[in-house]
C-alpha cells in the first residue's frame, strides 16, 4: 500500500500557542496547586492501587470512576478529572479547586477553555498538565509539568500533530536518575522539550541554558520553568548550534534520537525524530560534545544506535567516542529487531494496526535494509573532558569503555557515574608503585557470594556483588578474593600482595601484576574505595 499523508488532528485539540504565564500569576498558580494536595502521592491516595496501575497502562476507566466518586468538591479529584484523565468539570469546582488563579485565569493562561461563565458551565483541559515526583541523588523533587494533550485526550486513533510536544515519559525519567548532581556553574540540556532535564539540572547549576529546534517545546519550558520559579536561558536551535563558542560544566540531553525513515508519507515528530538518516543525530552530539564542554566537565545522553551487517556495534559506537577526543562510556540496555523497533514508534505516534500501519512498517524495514541494519541498540552514553595540562592539552590519555549491561535500574545512577568519573580520574595519576601504597575498603554495598557443591571442602566460584551502581558481579579468583577481604583501611595493597604470595606459595611479582589490574577495574567500578 502507498503511504499517505498523516490526518492531522482537529483545530481544536489542543491550543494554538504553548500556556503562558506572566508577573504573579506564576506563583498564584503555583500556590494554588501546592494547596491542593494535587501531588503524585495524593493522586495515587485518591485512585488507589488497581487504577492507579491501571490508568499507568493506558486504562482509564477504572481511574475515571474513582476521580468521579471524589465529587466535585475534592480539589485533587477535580484536578485529576479536568487534566489527566480529560474530562470536563464544572466551571465551579475548577475555581474552588484553584481559587487564586480560578477558571478565568486558568484559561488565560492557555490550560483550560470555557464553554460559558456560568457555575455548572463545562471547562476542559486544553493542555496535558501533571504532578510530577522523582529522586535523584540530591533527594526528592516534585513540580508540575505542562505539555501536549495525549493521545487518548486527542481521541482514538487520532494521530499525534508532528509538532506534539511530550510531558514526562519512561525516557526522560531514565535521564534524571542517570545525570550527575554535583553542584557546577552552567549545565546545558540539549533537546530540552517540555524542560524536564533542565528543571532537575535548575538544582545544582547556577545556569542552565536549554535549546530545542521546536518554538513551541520552548513555549512549554518557558512555562514549566515559570510554574517552578526557575529561571531558564531558552534558545531555539539544532543540537549544538545555538550554543557555538560557549563550554558548560555539563550537558545533559535527551536528543530527538528515533531512528525515521526519510520517506515521502513518513510522518515525523519533533520530540522524537531529528531529521537525520539513520542513527546521526546521536553521532553528530557524542562527536561534537567536546566541542562545548569545560576541561573536566561531563555529559550523560540517550541514544540509539543501528546494529550494521559486518561491523560490530561496538566498533560502531566505539568509532564515535575516538571521533570526540573525549573519555566516554557507553551502556547498551536494551537491543530490538528492526520490526519490533518500528512498531514501537509507529504505534508511539498513534498509529492504529491497519494498513497505513503496515505501509508504514514497510517504510521502516525498507530504510534499514538499504543500511544493512539488523538490530536497534538502545542505552545510555557518558562523556568526559580530560582537565588540562600547563601546555593546555589533556594532561593524560583518554579513556573508553563500550559494554551492554542489562536488568532494571531504577535507582539514580547519577551519584554512581560521578564516582566512576572521579575513580578514573584518580586511577590516570595513579602508578602501580602508588596503588601498592594505598589504602582501601571494601564498599558498603558490597557482598561476597561463595558456591560450592556439598560436601566440598572451597568454593568453586566466589562472586563480589554490588548493591549500587549498575549492580555489577565480579568472578574472583582465590588470590583477589583474598585481597578484598583484606582491605579494611588498615593495611597497604603491596602489604596485602605480600602477605598473599606467601600464603599461596607463589612469586610476589607474578601475583602483583596479575592483581592490580584486577584492583583497579574494582576500583573503577565502585567495589573498593580508597580509605
Given amino acids: 500500500m502507498p503511504l499517505t499523508a498523516q490526518p492531522a488532528p482537529a483545530t481544536t485539540a489542543r491550543p494554538p500557542r504553548p500556556p503562558q504565564l506572566a508577573g504573579g500569576s506564576a506563583a498564584a498558580l503555583r500556590s494554588d496547586l501546592e494547596r491542593s494536595g494535587w501531588t503524585v502521592d495524593g493522586v495515587a491516595a485518591l485512585l488507589g492501587d488497581v487504577a492507579e496501575a ?48 480560578a477558571a478565568a485565569g486558568a484559561a488565560a493562561h492557555g490550560l483550560v477553555e470555557a464553554a460559558g461563565a456560568a457555575p455548572d458551565d463545562p471547562v476542559r483541559a486544553v493542555v496535558d498538565l501533571r504532578p510530577h515526583a522523582a529522586q535523584d541523588a540530591l533527594g526528592e523533587v516534585a513540580w508540575w509539568v505542562a505539555s501536549d494533550l495525549g493521545e487518548h485526550a486527542l ?14 515519559g519512561g525516557a526522560s525519567a531514565s535521564l534524571a536518575r542517570l545525570a550527575v548532581r554535583t553542584p557546577v556553574h552552567r549545565v546545558l540540556d540539549v533537546g530540552t522539550g517540555s524542560g524536564v532535564q533542565a528543571l532537575h539540572a535548575s538544582r545544582h547549576a547556577r545556569s542552565v541554558t536549554a535549546t530545542d529546534t521546536s518554538a ?4 512549554f519550558a518557558a512555562f514549566n520553568a515559570a510554574l517552578a520559579g526557575v529561571e531558564l536561558d531558552l534558545r531555539r536551535g539544532s543540537l549544538l548550534e545555538p550554543v557555538a563558542g560557549e563550554r558548560f560544566d555539563q550537558v545533559v540531553s535527551n536528543p530527538p534520537f528515533v531512528v525515521t525513515p526519510r520517506a515521502a508519507g513518513v510522518p515525523g515528530w519533533e520530540y522524537r525524530d531529528g531529521g537525520l538518516v539513520g542513527d546521526e543525530v546521536v553521532r553528530r552530539l557524542v562527536v561534537g560534545a567536546g566541542g562545548v564542554l569545560a576541561p573536566g566537565g561531563s555529559a550523560q545522553l540517550l541514544g540509539n544506535w543501528e546494529h550494521r551487517a559486518g561491523e560490530g556495534w561496538r566498533d560502531r559506537v566505539q568509532g564515535w567516542l575516538d571521533d570526540s577526543g573525549l573519555d566516554g ?9 528492526p520490526a519490533h523497533y518500528a512498531e514501537t514508534w509507529i504505534r508511539d505516534g498513534g498509529q492504529r494496526p491497519g494498513p497505513q500501519a503496515d505501509a508504514l512498517l514497510g517504510a521502516w524495514l525498507d530504510d534499514f535494509a538499504a543500511r544493512g541494519v539488523e538490530a536497534v541498540g538502545l542505552g ?3 562523556l568526559h573532558a580530560p ?6 592539552a589533556a594532561a593524560r590519555p583518554r579513556w573508553s569503555r563500550v559494554e551492554e549491561v542489562t536488568g532494571p535500574l531504577e535507582r ?26 594505598a589504602r582501601l575498603r571494601v564498599a558498603d554495598d558490597v557482598t561476597e557470594e561463595r558456591h560450592a557443591r556439598p560436601g566440598e571442602g572451597g568454593p568453586r566460584a566466589v562472586l563480589l556483588r554490588a548493591g549500587g551502581g549498575l549492580g555489577r558481579v565480579v568472578a574472583a579468583g582465590t588470590a583477589l578474593a583474598g585481597l578484598v577481604g583484606a582491605c579494611d583501611g588498615e593495611l597497604q595493597v603491596g602489604q596485602v600482595v605480600q602477605a598473599l604470595a606467601v600464603l599461596l606459595d607463589v612469586d610476589a611479582g607474578a601475583l602483583r601484576a596479575e592483581l592490580l589490574p584486577q584492583v583497579r577495574g574494582l576500583l573503577e567500578d565502585g567495589l573498593l574505595l580508597w580509605a
Fill in 329 to 337: 562510556w557507553v551502556v547498551q540496555r536494551e537491543v530490538m529487531d
Fill in 412 to 437: 539514580p545512577l547519577g551519584e554512581h557515574v560521578a564516582a566512576v568519573l572521579s575513580a578514573r580520574e584518580r586511577l590516570a595519576a595513579t602508578d602501580d608503585a602508588a596503588l601498592l601504597a
Fill in 155 to 168: 481521541g482514538d486513533g487520532t494521530p499525534l500533530p508532528p509538532e506534539h510536544v511530550l510531558g514526562i
Fill in 216 to 219: 513551541r517545546a520552548l513555549g
Fill in 387 to 392: 582537565a588540562a595540562g600547563p601546555s593546555g
Fill in 54 to 101: 491501571a490508568l499507568r497502562r493506558d486504562s482509564l476507566l477504572p481511574a475515571r470512576r474513582a476521580a468521579a466518586a471524589a465529587g466535585d468538591g475534592d480539589p485533587v479529584g477535580v484536578l485529576t478529572r479536568l487534566f489527566l484523565l480529560s474530562e470536563p468539570v464544572p466551571r465551579a469546582a475548577l475555581d474552588a479547586a484553584l481559587p487564586a488563579t
Fill in 380 to 382: 545510555f552514553v557518558v
